[in-house]
Structure formats: structure tokens, C-alpha cells
């Protein structure tokens, strides 16, 4: 048994001698020793901790739960920097990095623990300003051609113009059309989204427009449609590559003329609303084909965005992983820690055909399966490891974002000419022997 008084003198000034907080306790939990360091960063003082229990003191967001220094206690196994946040003595959170070992006998029996940490705050102050500068609103990319449509977002929101958001599904078009709302004059006003593609046509119109009293069976009472229940503020309409030439010509009126009719009515609304739309298609091509109209085309193409694929912007895939790991720790009351290093070298390789929200979807898979402090290939949905598997014909293995660039342009023209390394060579105007090297140099050869 360890007791709050066994402690010699020659021991205390050796614990407060150590720049990192220490503590030990008792198999009471109750907190047997405490250095100078565990008061400068609790701000309890060694006599309101020594004899109160360590929960009382710490008040962690595991201390309940998960506490790690009892685990220890109970398995032998000792737990090695694990970030977890406390509450010091005057309410304000702290950010530590934890370890903690079993305390024996002579007989080697457990009789306590000791817990070393350190405080995190500068470090974590740190990476919020690194992560600051590669994000804005919700949006977080390191990725040149997100940065540059970042730059100019605040002046895209504050110039009231009709934009539209051009990208392949779950490429964060949504996201975009927040941040512009939230950036703009109109942002205490209302946001409205509405998927185009959703709906038929006749309810779509109901649901832009609203309706009248009677204008159609079960047409019992007024409704508001989108368009006035974002008044003075955003409808984003999402999908709208989707809708069909008669509705495009109502929507048309609405850009052109800023006013509108609900079913079944003869008022004209003016309508003050910025609209931001966007779409998964490619409208100009939709506008070739006659398949959209021209004139809508170039009211909605006032100010474009496109926005790559996920596969294209590999670069931001850790700060992606990172940014849902906590969201979900939160979410989930979970304390994982990050990805495997053979996670994070399947994620860059990976082809992602459903973009960030893949991505999203694939870490809260692992959440529910994950018991451990970091996601392993066997947490990771076991249909997109088989589809990886027998997709890749070319294997992108190297990990650094970095250094795939060059890689990454040789792969994607490889499958341009399909494993064609004469007209692969002729189009990156190298000879076919160089070629031959960096596809080796970067693994990319067949299997």
C-alpha cells in the first residue's frame, strides 16, 4: 500500500526536478504524490491534491469512462502518449499528453500507478493556425486549386452574384454554397437548399414556388415554396444539371426578372434572393446536346466554381482524416488517436469515386468497428478494399503527397492510353526508357 507519507524528501525533490507533470496514486485512486509541474499545469497545489482521488482533480473527459491509469492498474499494460483534455482548477481546458505505468512492490505486486504528462496547449494553438490557413468556413484543403478558389470566395459571396458550383458528387459543392452564404450581406438571413433531382417535376415546382389555396387536389391551405422562405437570404439548388426545359424556363424568369408566380396564383412575388446552384454534370455539354437551355446557362454561369475530385487533391486526404477523426471522437465520445500507416498508404492509393463523402463514410465505418487508439485496414469496409483490389490495374505506392505528383501524372496517363507506354512516353515527352524507370521508381507497373 502506498501511503500519502511514505515519500521521502530526497524523492520530492527529484519529482520536482521533472518538467512534466507526475502523479501517482494508490489503488484508491487516491493521488499519493503530485510534482511542482502538475500544479503549474492543474493550478491545484500539491495539498489540495494529495489524498483527494485523481477524477477530482484531472476531471478528464476519459476520467469517468476510459480512465487510462486505472486500465493500467487492472491490465499491467502501460498506455503511452495518449492526448487527452482536462479542466485545471479554473474551468479552462488543457490539452495533455498522457502516459502511465503500473507502481510494484517489492514483491512485484501492483499496488498503484504513476502518470506523466504534458501540456499540449502550445502545440495544439499551433496546429489550429497551420489548419487555420488551409481552411475557411467548413472547407479545409491544402490543394493549389482549392486555395485559389478560396482567395476569392469572400469576394465571390460579397459581390451578390449567381453562381455556380460545378464538381462530381460529394466533392463538398454544399459546403461552398454555405461558406458563400455565411461570407455574404445576406448571411443572418435564411439559407435554403433544395436537391433538384429529388423531386418530379410538378412537386419540384410546388416546392420552389409554393402554392395556393385549391390550385390542385389537397391544395387545402397556402404554402410558402423556397424562394420565399429564403427571402433577403440563399437557395442553393443543388442538381440542377436535373431539371426538365419547362421548369428551366421558370427558373430563368425568376434569374432574369427576380419574380415569380405560386401555382394557382395571378400575384407576382419579387424575389430577393441570391441564388447559388450547383451540379454534377457538365451544363455546357448539357447546352450542346439541347438538353439545357442556353439562355439559363449563361444567367446561372455568372460566376463559376470547379471543383476537382477527391482522387485529384490526395494532398488534403490527411487533413480530410484528421478533421473527421475528431468530429467523430466527439460525436462518438471516442478517444482514436489517427489512421494506421497502411490506412493512410490505402487512403492516398485509393481512387475515391464518391469524393470527400466517401472518405467521411469510410472513418465512421471504422469508428463503429474501431475498440483500439488507431484505425487499422481491418476497420475499413471490407467492399472497398475487394473493389481496390481488383480495380487497380496500376498501384499508386507512394505515400507522400509530395511526391506523387509526378507519379500521380504518370498513372492517369497511362490509363488515358491504357498501359500504352509508347503513347504515354510521346505525350510527356520523354523517351520510352525514362518512362520505363520512374514506372518502376513509383511501382506502377501492372501486377
Not at 487516491?30 to 510534482?35: C, H, L, W
Not at 498522457?98 to 517489492?106: D, K, M, Q
Not at 481512387?351 to 485496414?377: D, Q, S, T, W, Y
Request: hydrophobic share 40%; with cysteine.
Amino acid at each position: 500500500m502506498i501511503k500519502k507519507n511514505d515519500q521521502s524528501p530526497f524523492f520530492n525533490i527529484i519529482l520536482d526536478s521533472i518538467t512534466n507533470g507526475v502523479f501517482t496514486i494508490n489503488e484508491q485512486n487516491e493521488i499519493t504524490s503530485f510534482n511542482r509541474a502538475a500544479e503549474e499545469i492543474t493550478k491545484f497545489s500539491k495539498k489540495e491534491a494529495i489524498g483527494h482521488h485523481c477524477f477530482d482533480v484531472f476531471r478528464a473527459n476519459i476520467c469517468q469512462t476510459n480512465c487510462a491509469l486505472k486500465k493500467t492498474i487492472q491490465t499491467g499494460k502501460p498506455i503511452i502518449d495518449l492526448p487527452v483534455n482536462i479542466l485545471n482548477k479554473k474551468g479552462k481546458e488543457i490539452p495533455l499528453s498522457i502516459s502511465t505505468a503500473t507502481l510494484r512492490n517489492e514483491k512485484g505486486e501492483i499496488v498503484g500507478g504513476v502518470e506523466t504528462f504534458r501540456d499540449l496547449s502550445v502545440v495544439e494553438a499551433l496546429k489550429k493556425e497551420i489548419t487555420r490557413q488551409y481552411s475557411l468556413e467548413d472547407i479545409i484543403s491544402k490543394n493549389h486549386r482549392i486555395q485559389e478558389i478560396l482567395n476569392i470566395l469572400p469576394d465571390i459571396a460579397e459581390s451578390d452574384a449567381t453562381v455556380l458550383i460545378q464538381g462530381p458528387s460529394g466533392s463538398g459543392k454544399e459546403l461552398f454554397a454555405r461558406a458563400l452564404h455565411n461570407l455574404s450581406r445576406r448571411k443572418k438571413y435564411p439559407y435554403i437548399k433544395i436537391n433538384c433531382s429529388a423531386l418530379p417535376d410538378t412537386l419540384l415546382e410546388s416546392e420552389l414556388f409554393g402554392y395556393r389555396q385549391g390550385a390542385f387536389t389537397n391544395a387545402v391551405k397556402d404554402k410558402k415554396g423556397r424562394f420565399a422562405l429564403a427571402e433577403k437570404g440563399t437557395i442553393f439548388l443543388d442538381e440542377m444539371g436535373d431539371i426538365s426545359p419547362a421548369l428551366q424556363v421558370k427558373l430563368l424568369r425568376v434569374l432574369q426578372e427576380r419574380e415569380y408566380e405560386p401555382l394557382g396564383s395571378v400575384e407576382t412575388i419579387i424575389a430577393d434572393v441570391r441564388v447559388v446552384a450547383a451540379t454534377n454534370k457538365d451544363i455546357l455539354t448539357l447546352v450542346k446536346s439541347d438538353k439545357f437551355r442556353e439562355d439559363l446557362f449563361y444567367r446561372l454561369n455568372v460566376v463559376k466554381i470547379n471543383l476537382p475530385p477527391l482522387a485529384e487533391r490526395r494532398e488534403d486526404i490527411p487533413l480530410l482524416v484528421e478533421n473527421f477523426i475528431h468530429k467523430f471522437n466527439l460525436k462518438k465520445e471516442k478517444c482514436i488517436l489517427g489512421v494506421s500507416n497502411a490506412v493512410m498508404k490505402f487512403l492516398m492509393g485509393y481512387e475515391f469515386p464518391g469524393n470527400i463523402r466517401e472518405l467521411e463514410n469510410i472513418i465512421e465505418h471504422a469508428f463503429v468497428l474501431c475498440k483500439k487508439e488507431l484505425i487499422e485496414m481491418e476497420h475499413l469496409p471490407a467492399e472497398i478494399i475487394r473493389n481496390f483490389e481488383s480495380a487497380a490495374h496500376f498501384r499508386l505506392t507512394v505515400v507522400h503527397p509530395l511526391k506523387n505528383a509526378e507519379a500521380d501524372l504518370i498513372l492517369k496517363t497511362l490509363e488515358k492510353h491504357k498501359g500504352n507506354r509508347t503513347a504515354t512516353a510521346r505525350e510527356l515527352r520523354v523517351d520510352r526508357s525514362t518512362l520505363w524507370r520512374k514506372i518502376k521508381k513509383y511501382g506502377l507497373a501492372k501486377n
